[in-house]
């Protein structure tokens, strides 16, 4: 953990001085998506599992927060909470279904899940439809500050993209976190030391798909929207394209990987579905010649794990 | 449930098993290539959208009509399975079966990019081959000819696959070689040529599927995005150990679908995947499968 301080006050020292250079809008979008890898980064890189329907809470707890806070009038503190907890709980149920196959099940499980919850969002009243629900309130943090102000809002954002960092950052290098590695090396030998596994795979579940719905919650307050693109399969193959390219394993990797995939969209944006095909091509080339991703190949130059 | 007309009621099921011959013809070509490669496809709804987007080009730049099609198409995206499986998945012998994965949602991404950005989204209509226009008036319903035979033709196709598999020299290197590749090619069988040839026959039957559903639906890039996910459903129900299992599964979740829209219909879309939590829940394995 000691070999991370420099490089951790290093980020943080980017995310505090960034505002004032590149667009917030842009960096906001960046943050969100970096901590939607963090926790995606939770199940891939520490317990070995491939979720490939994490849009789901992403998306989930989007709608959750937007309704909140727009039909119900919730302060955006509590409405983002709610997303949280929402999408914990659809971790629960999804989890607990899917945990039952291991490695390439799991990742069709999860998968089809999302799509099935998907569907449901197309239908719900709850979540708009094919509108999405617009219009957002942003509304007053703690009914103080006002998230209307450009900069206030960054910096509230950068908060809790920080403690949701920190937080998956604390779990990885607990006790707790080392039953998750022993678990992705060798399952069955950790089930022989007298580990439930199953109740391990299933808390980091939950608390990865909290943690998305954190990130979730958060982008559909700041850009007042929640829509179908962050519960579609799409958004469940960008995260796991942005934790791969950033290294999959490696604390700042998923973050690096979320910047680098944004800043792309944002400039292949008016290239409509070449965007597509350059992800497309990225998830071959990091698969065939690069698959220990940005932070993975930079910890084994400097010979410190990043 | 006895207001449901008889004619909806037919004309549903006839649907679901048109869709259920798609599911059984995709999921058979997946459970093949997982047994010998331990990859799961995931390009193979983009190669049966290939093999549609094949036929539409033969029709229309070389003038070759369907029954052309039907033999070109699936010849034409087997050898571009090969190349694939040559280049770029062989390279990922020995890793996970994570990366297979991924490797191919990749190329199913540039796959679908690059025909959504040449012809758009919205799809191009294919003609019905005339011999098979009209249909049977069977005085409770209507039956369109084109439907029985695609019915038919995913049939003779499953089961023949099947008996090749089970009944032929090929079939007992590839069973064997599923089992135990090292000892395979310490008989002096060829066995980065097997895999090869088996990645070509998997991706083929996707094709024939593509060529057969481009009368039926229009010839569109994301034709085979949402499929695949159904298929990855239907594979996880049936469990990919037995290839009699992952038909009959195909079928079957093809009728129930169908059936699902006639009593229910906000749930159509759902329904296959609600059974697959239920089967995961009852039964982690799979229905057809061996093991947890």
Redesign the interface.
């Known amino acids: 953990m000691k070999s991370q301080r420099v490089p951790t006050a290093i980020m943080v020292a980017l995310i505090a001085a960034a505002p004032f250079v590149v667009y917030p809008v842009f960096l906001m979008k960046a943050l969100c998506f970096a901590l939607f890898a963090c926790a995606f980064n939770l199940l891939l890189g520490y317990v070995g599992l491939l979720s490939f329907g994490h849009a789901l809470f992403f998306g989930g707890a989007g709608y959750v927060s937007a309704h909140a806070a727009k039909i119900w009038g919730w302060p955006p503190e509590v409405a983002i909470l709610g997303g949280t907890l929402g999408a914990a709980a659809l971790g629960l149920l999804v989890g607990w279904v899917a945990i039952r196959r291991q490695g390439i099940y799991f990742a069709m499980v999860t998968l089809a899940l999302a799509q099935m919850f998907y569907f449901f969002c197309l239908r719900a009243n709850f979540t708009g439809g094919e509108d999405g629900i617009q219009g957002v309130p942003r509304g007053k943090l703690f009914a103080l500050l006002d998230l209307t102000h450009m900069t206030t809002l960054y910096f509230v954002v950068a908060a809790i993209f920080l403690f949701g960092f920190a937080l998956l950052h604390r779990t990885v290098h607990s006790p707790f976190g080392q039953v998750l590695k022993a678990i992705r090396e060798n399952e069955p030998r950790a089930i022989s030391l007298g580990y439930k596994t199953d109740n391990y795979k299933l808390i980091a579940f939950v608390l990865s798909a909290a943690m998305a719905g954190l990130a979730g919650g958060t982008k559909s307050i700041v850009f007042q929207l929640a829509s179908l693109t962050d519960v579609h399969w799409g958004t469940s193959g960008e995260v796991i394209l942005m934790t791969l390219i950033g290294g999959m394993g490696t604390v700042f990797g998923p973050v690096a990987g979320a910047l680098f995939m944004v800043a792309l969209e944002n400039y292949l944006a008016q290239l409509g579905s070449w965007v597509q095909v350059t992800e497309g091509a990225i998830f071959v080339v990091c698969v065939l010649a690069f698959r220990r991703g940005m932070f993975g190949e930079l910890g084994r130059l400097l010979r410190r794990p990043l | 449930m006895l207001a449901v007309p008889v004619q909806a009621l037919f004309g549903q099921l006839l649907i679901g098993l048109i869709n259920g011959s798609f599911y059984a013809l995709l999921s058979l070509g997946l459970a093949i290539i ?1 047994g010998l490669l331990n990859v ?1 496809n995931f390009c193979h709804g983009a190669l049966y959208m290939l093999g549609a987007f094949v036929a539409w080009f033969l029709l229309e730049k070389a003038g070759i009509g369907y029954w052309g099609a039907l033999i070109l198409s699936p010849l034409a995206v087997g050898l571009f399975g090969a190349l694939m499986e040559r280049l ?1 998945l062989r ?2 012998a020995g890793l ?4 297979g ?3 191919t ?10 025909f ?2 040449w012809f758009g989204s919205s799809g191009l209509p294919y003609e019905m081959p005339p011999q098979l226009q009209g249909g049977q008036n069977l005085g409770f319903m209507f039956l369109p000819n084109y439907r029985v035979w695609v019915i038919g033709v995913s049939l003779v196709l499953c089961l023949g696959t099947w008996a090749v598999i089970e009944r032929t020299r090929l079939g007992s290197r590839l069973r064997a070689a599923t089992e135990n590749a090292t000892l395979v090619s310490a008989f002096g069988i060829n066995v980065p040529r097997l895999v090869t040839i088996t990645y070509a026959l998997g991706v083929a039957l996707a094709a024939i599927a593509g060529v057969l559903a481009a009368p039926i639906y229009r010839v569109s890039p994301l034709m085979g995005a ?1 499929l695949i ?2 298929v ?2 239907v ?2 129900i049936g469990g990919m150990g037995s290839i009699l299992g992952s038909i009959v599964t195909g079928f079957s979740l093809g009728v129930l679908e169908g059936l699902t829209k006639v009593f229910y219909p ?1 749930a159509s ?2 329904v296959i ?2 059974v ?2 239920i089967v ?2 009852v039964r ?1 394995a799979g229905l057809f499968g061996k093991q947890a």
Not at chain 2, 96 to 99: K, P, V
Not at chain 2, 105 to 114: H, N, T, Y
């Open positions: 997982f799961i770029l390279r990922l996970d079966a994570l990366y994965l991924l490797l949602f990749g190329i199913a991404l540039v796959l679908q990019g690059l959504s950005n949402d996910i159904v990855f459903a594979v996880v906000e879309n759902t995947f609600v697959m939590a995961l829940l982690p």
